[in-house]
């Protein structure tokens, strides 16, 4: 997702997503243990996402 996507979000949703995408990044994790992950460039996308995420969050917890 592009971060002027997530500008568009209110901070409450913004942080639903986080949230949604930490529970699936350790669903992925799991995956990855057991070995059943197929696409493990799954996890560094969604770690990405995340970062993304709280960074346009934390922005925009700065503005006011």
Do not use: C
């Amino acid at each position: 997702m592009k971060a002027a996507e997530l500008r568009k979000l209110s901070q409450e949703e913004l942080e639903q997503r986080v949230r949604d995408a930490k529970r699936e990044l350790m669903d992925l994790r799991f995956q990855a243990v057991s070995g059943r992950l197929v696409k493990t460039s799954e996890l560094r996308r969604l770690r990405t996402d995340i970062a993304q995420m709280k960074t346009v969050a934390n922005q925009m917890s700065r503005k006011g």
